[in-house]
């Protein structure tokens, strides 16, 4: 079993920025995927970024140039880096590994929420 521990959420302001980090422990398997997901109030879960064990990165349209997503693969541990922050972003934001088996581990959820 694979266990997902956030960090990082909070207040900030419009223009502001925030670094969110995810741990993975447990019996994880490689290569996987690790990512980040968010879900605003009444809306669907939706895709932020990803990023493969290799480095390959993948970004929603919507946070291209504001966002970056890194990881350490030693700590198996995934970073989200947002700047430019919008009250658009304001959400839940949800870690989620996907092992080559594809099986899916989700966090408990971080909340983002940004001021205008």
């Known amino acids: 079993q694979v266990q997902l521990e956030e960090s990082g959420g909070g207040l900030v302001q419009a223009g502001g920025s925030l670094r969110l980090s995810c741990a993975a422990t447990g019996r994880i398997f490689s290569p996987n995927t690790m990512g980040w997901y968010r879900q605003a109030p009444g809306k669907q879960r939706e895709l932020v970024a990803t990023?493969?064990?290799?480095?390959?990165?993948n970004y929603a349209d919507s946070v291209k140039g504001r966002f970056t997503i890194s990881r350490d693969n030693p700590k198996s541990t995934v970073y989200l880096q947002m700047n430019s922050l919008k009250p658009e972003d304001t959400a839940v934001y949800y870690c989620n590994l996907r092992d080559y088996l594809g099986m899916d581990y989700w966090g408990k959820g971080t909340l983002v929420t940004v001021s205008s």
């Open positions: 990023i493969a064990r290799s480095g390959s990165t």
